[in-house]
């Protein structure tokens, strides 16, 4: 947090006192214009000063992004479609304590339906559950390659 605007007024020649500020949400949760409470440690002689004028604040907590993982995509014979089977067990990890799972029906295609090594799946469907799962967005399986 920054303490740019902080201004210090009233300080007797010679005292040391320094402005820290840190500042504390009521909670974890995802949301716009929370309260945010603030504190100020201060050093030096701070001990014969009062701090007046603090104020709380608000600022916005935004999901972070949770990315789905062991994902696979199988290699096919051609068949002139661009479906691809996926494979794996999905997972997600989240941070801290938080629960968070992976729900719904993982999807795969292939960007056109000819054959070729080593060819990027695009995979859709994925989606978050659990308690915690309004603090994310889900970031759907990358990197997921097979062989037509």
Same mark, same amino acid.
Do not use: C, E, H, R
């Given at each position: ?28 949760? =995802? %949301? ?6 603030? &504190?100020?440690?201060?050093? /030096?002689?701070?001990?014969?000063? *009062?701090? +007046? #004028? ?47 799972? =992976? %729900? ?6 292939? &960007?056109?339906?000819?054959? /070729?090594?080593?060819?990027?799946? *695009?995979? +859709? #469907? ?23």
């Amino acid at each position: 947090m920054s303490t740019a605007g902080a201004v210090l007024t009233g300080l007797q020649g010679g005292d040391t006192v320094t402005v820290s500020a840190t500042g504390t949400f009521a909670d974890k949760n =995802v %949301g716009d214009g929370k309260t945010v409470t603030l &504190a100020s440690t201060y050093g /030096g002689d701070a001990g014969n000063y *009062t701090i +007046t #004028g603090q104020a709380n604040t608000t600022a916005n907590i935004t999901p972070a992004p949770l990315s789905v993982s062991g994902i696979t995509a199988a290699n096919k014979v051609y068949d002139t479609t661009t479906a691809a089977t996926l494979a794996g067990v999905a997972t997600v990890t989240a941070l801290g304590a938080d629960t968070v799972t =992976v %729900g719904g029906t993982g999807a795969g295609s292939f &960007a056109d339906k000819n054959v /070729g090594n080593g060819k990027a799946v *695009t995979v +859709t #469907g994925y989606t978050l559950g659990g308690a915690d799962a309004t603090n994310y967005t889900v970031v759907q399986p990358a990197g997921v390659t097979a062989d037509i």
